[in-house]
């Protein structure tokens, strides 16, 4: 089974306002995407990762949050 997640960093150019405690949300954003994928992965679902954000710059082929990309990566492994 096919599972469809997603998250975005609050930024201040997301729109969404910047977060009190910008140190707290980043972290909190890399252990949800972390813990996430891992359980999907556990339970025998393939997660596949929304991008809701500005994570990915696809005019120019490059990743705009590496973190993101990193803690997803922890997580399937």
Known sequence: MLVEYGTFRRTPTSGNGIPKDTLMHNRSVD???TF????????GLLPFW???S???DRKN???NDQRMVNAIIAGYK
């Open 50 to 52: 929304w991008e809701v």
């Open 61 to 63: 082929n490059v990743v």
């Open 36 to 43: 996430s994928t891992k359980t999907m992965r556990a339970n």
């Open 54 to 56: 500005n994570g990915f």
């Open 31 to 33: 252990y949800w995407l």
